[in-house]
């Protein structure tokens, strides 16, 4: 090497020492100066999302350290993800104190936590501890900065060769999977269980509440479950949701929509509530992805999934599972291989109900949780434990909570196509089905029926389906419910029976003028396709009738 070359060498190692220093001097005076205006002396640990998915498991992470005044929790985004944004805005919705990517190196923090393998890890001091955003390491997804594939969960060799990056793992033979993945994982993982499964466990006993809370009553609850990508349930079958519903009696099923938050993240709220309207009008629950989904599936009867960990955590629970598709992204040897080995599939050629009906938990989903899940009543304190050695702290209290309640999602259903059939002259049946979903029901199966007919509550919004309606109610109690039923008969002449409610049942006005009392549990909708079902079978006359809708039953009485 010549000396002028040399020379230049030493000056640039010198401006880069000389650079790093002031950088390191500039950092310290920053926290210093923050310090100053601090009331809690805490701890600082930083929660590093990258996705939406990855911010929501921080926060139900995080929020399980109670009490502890000597921690404090802070966020930031690193914004390199195709699914980064909203992620900022979604953590400052849920209250939590969000500090800018590009401010991170002036920040004071002891630990940093993430729940995303792909961050940059050179844009961050200290250790750093990595948990599992979904369950094991069983599906391969695009690498962002390649052309190639990854195993999704897996740190770059790159970072756990700088010996500041820990993996929590949920089972021994996960750390068997990523030592022959990577050679670098030797030493960087810890077992802890899987805290989310462990919660979903503990949930088992409130289902009940759950089932209250969203509504679905003494209903089987049908939950269908995607993740994202081209090859996911909701991808291959969009409908399935509405399909569910048109196929399904609406006093019989409830349906329930889980979407990977992946897809709220790239299509946002107002888009799939826009796509998924008329199963919605139908009664689908589709739940947010930062609240509400484990209480479902805890609540739910059956799961139709793919390869995705929602799908995954219902089999490790033992809930009937029915497979819509199985993605080829899963990785061989998983334990996801072996949900995709086992499980039902849900056949296009088959009739839905019939498929419902049969499904059933098998044998093979214990040994599912089994090989997937270790410490499955002490995922929590393992996690706390581990958090507070590296935090060099005393173990603070630790609790497992049940899985909060969902948001109330009780819209009724405001139009119906309804069957009654009568089993004799004192009983009837009535089956409905949601309007809104109409044209996904098989034709077979929508075929003309002796009393079918179409009952719309005035709160419906389309006003086509007013306009055609052959029974009218107002399920609301309101002023003077005669002179509703008339004007509503008025309004629409293809109307031929209108009720509003009143305590305990409703009134009900024909369009040729005959008024009569309605009583019984059921709701106005239902009392009222009842009497239409009594006027249509023969003359008129006091009359009481064993209704069955659903798994239930109520008496029915009409009075002129």
């Known amino acids: 090497m010549s000396s002028k070359a040399a020379k230049q060498q030493s000056s640039k190692a010198a401006k880069q020492q000389s650079s790093k220093a002031a950088k390191q001097q500039s950092s310290k005076a920053a926290k210093q100066q923050s310090s100053k205006w601090e009331t809690f002396g805490s701890t600082v640990v930083l929660g590093v999302a990258r996705t939406w998915t990855s911010a929501i498991r921080l926060l139900d992470v995080f929020a399980s350290f109670r009490d502890d005044l000597r921690l404090r929790f802070v966020f930031t985004v690193d914004p390199g993800s195709q699914f980064s944004r909203g992620t900022e805005e979604l953590l400052i919705l849920a209250g939590a104190h969000v500090i800018p990517w590009r401010e991170l190196p002036g920040t004071r923090y002891t630990l940093a936590v993430s729940a995303s393998e792909n961050i940059n890890f050179e844009h961050i001091d200290g250790p750093v501890l990595v948990l599992p955003h979904g369950v094991g390491f069983h599906k391969y997804v695009p690498d962002s900065s390649t052309s190639g594939m990854r195993i999704s969960g897996l740190v770059p060799e790159h970072a756990l060769r700088t010996g500041r990056v820990l993996m929590a793992v949920s089972h021994s033979n996960q750390e068997n999977q990523l030592l022959a993945a990577s050679p670098a994982a030797a030493g960087r993982t ?22 209250r809370v969203l509504g679905i009553g003494d209903r089987r609850f049908a939950l269908v479950t995607s993740t994202w990508g081209t090859q996911s349930l909701i991808a291959r079958r969009p409908r399935l949701p509405a399909e ?25 709220p107002f888009q799939l509530h826009a796509w998924f309207a008329a199963a919605e009008d139908a009664g689908l629950l589709l739940l947010p992805p930062e609240l509400g989904w484990q209480a479902a599936l805890v609540a739910a009867d059956l799961v139709i999934g793919d390869h995705g960990s929602v799908t995954f955590l219902a089999a490790a629970s033992e809930k009937p599972v ?48 089994s090989r997937t899940f270790e410490n499955t009543d002490g995922a929590t304190a393992a996690l706390h434990t581990l958090v507070y050695r590296l935090l060099d702290l005393e173990l603070g209290p630790v609790t497992t909570f049940r899985a909060a309640d969902p948001a109330s999602q009780k819209t009724p259903v405001t139009a119906f196509t309804a069957y009654p ?19 996904w029901r098989p034709e077979a199966e929508r ?3 002796d009393l079918r007919h179409l009952v719309v509550d005035e709160g419906e919004r389309d006003i086509g389906r007013l306009g055609i309606a052959t029974v009218l109610t107002r399920s609301a109690n309101g002023d003077d419910p005669s002179g509703w039923c008339a004007e509503a008969l008025r309004r629409h002449p293809g109307c031929v029976l209108a009720a509003a409610a ?17 009583t019984g549990s059921a709701d106005v909708p239902a009392l009222a396709s009842t009497a239409y079902a009594i006027l249509r079978s023969g003359p008129c006359s006091n009359r009481t009738v064993q209704l069955h809708l659903g798994a239930a039953t109520a008496a029915v009485e009409l009075q002129y």
């Open 244 to 268: 569910l519903l048109a196929a399904l009696p609406h006093d019989e099923y409830a349906g329930g929509l889980v979407l990977h938050p992946n897809i709220w993240a790239r299509y946002r």
């Open 421 to 439: 059939v009568f089993n004799g002259q004192d009983s009837l049946t009535l089956q409905r089905f949601a309007r809104s979903v109409e044209r």
């Open 190 to 211: 810890v077992v802890i269980g899987d805290p989310q499964f462990e919660q979903l466990l503990a949930s088992a006993g409130h289902r009940e509440h759950y089932r």
């Open 502 to 518: 009143v305590p305990g049942g409703c009134v009900a006005v024909t369009a040729d003028g005959v008024g009569l009392a309605v």
């Open 322 to 369: 029915l497979l819509g598709t199985f993605g080829e992204e899963s990785v061989p040897g998983t334990s996801a291989a072996m949900l995709g080995e086992r499980a039902q599939r849900l056949h296009r050629s088959e009739p839905l109900r019939t498929q419902l009906d049969a499904a059933e938990t098998a044998p093979w989903q214990k040994e599912l949780a």
């Open 447 to 449: 075929a003309a029926a």
